[in-house]
């Protein structure tokens, strides 16, 4: 799993989305950070058509969305329609996109997918450790990741703790807090990034990733000539 993804969420329309995963392609992004609630993975999906990158160097995450499993079968269903529209044969990861509903259900389904080979790893998403736990334990297929919010504002060490415990993947959403409270001007990170010749944004990256989390931004657009490499 790449340490550094490419989030899709707001992307704009299935035009403008086609065209951010293009650059972000073309910049070097290789996982992308997709949902159905995001309403545009149409738009992700003619960008994957339409790239010359193979399949098998890319990592796509899906994720299942609340009202999609209302009744058993659905998870199943909304997981091909998100394949198809992404234009893939199967996802490298699909998580539950927060605790909502009847999550046992979803992931009994999902893992069913996984045995059948339909999808490379599943997970959760937003999953604090009571649910976490949960779930991990009542389920032969354990949870491969757990995507959180998780940023300097918000280190989430009991939840890392744990994932690290469990050997589950931690992933990061919204790993520059959405640049809010300033966070890019913020004391301690403009420091770190001074230090390694780089922008706010990119110290907040290094903390992060100090901490072996994996996250995703949709950051390029601000330093489109950027390479993912450099931000380390
Ligand atoms: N699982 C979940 O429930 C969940 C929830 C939220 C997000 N996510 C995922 O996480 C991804 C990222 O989260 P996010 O977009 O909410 O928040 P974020 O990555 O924390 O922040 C995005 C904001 O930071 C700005 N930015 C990025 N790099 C910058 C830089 N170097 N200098 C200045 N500004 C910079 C972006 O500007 P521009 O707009 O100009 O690029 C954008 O406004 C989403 O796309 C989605 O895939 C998942």
Redesign the pocket.
């Known amino acids: 799993m790449p340490i550094l993804g490419y989030?899709?969420?707001?992307l704009g329309s299935q035009k403008e989305t086609q065209k951010a995963v293009e650059e972000a392609l073309e910049v070097g992004y290789r996982l992308f950070?997709?949902?159905q609630s995001?309403l545009n993975e149409e738009g992700v999906g003619y960008a994957l058509k339409a790239t010359g990158v193979k399949r098998e160097e890319l990592f796509i995450t899906a994720?299942l969305f609340a009202a999609n499993y209302k009744k058993v079968g659905d998870t199943k269903k909304t997981y091909k329609e998100s394949c198809k529209k992404l234009g893939i044969e199967y996802a490298d990861l699909f998580?539950i996109?927060?605790p909502i509903g009847d999550v046992y259900q979803a992931y009994r389904e999902m893992q069913e997918l996984y045995k059948d080979k339909e999808v490379r790893a599943i997970g959760v998403?937003?999953f604090y450790p009571a649910r976490f736990m949960d779930l991990y334990l009542n389920f032969e297929i354990k949870p491969a990741v757990n995507?959180?919010?998780c940023?300097p504002i918000f280190q989430q060490e009991k939840v890392l703790e744990l994932a690290k415990s469990l050997n589950v993947q931690l992933e990061a959403?919204?790993?520059?807090?959405?640049?809010r409270d300033n966070i890019?001007k913020n004391s301690v990170l403009s420091n770190i990034a001074k230090k390694h010749k780089k922008?706010?944004?990119?110290g907040d990256f290094k903390m992060a990733h100090t901490k072996r989390h994996s996250s995703?931004?949709?950051?390029?657009?601000?330093?489109k000539n950027d390479r993912k490499s450099k931000h380390f």
């Open positions: 989030g899709t969420l707001k950070d997709t949902a995001y994720k998580l996109h927060q998403s937003n995507q959180i919010e940023h959403h919204s790993p520059l807090y959405q640049t890019l922008n706010g944004g990119t995703h931004t949709k950051d390029f657009k601000k330093r």
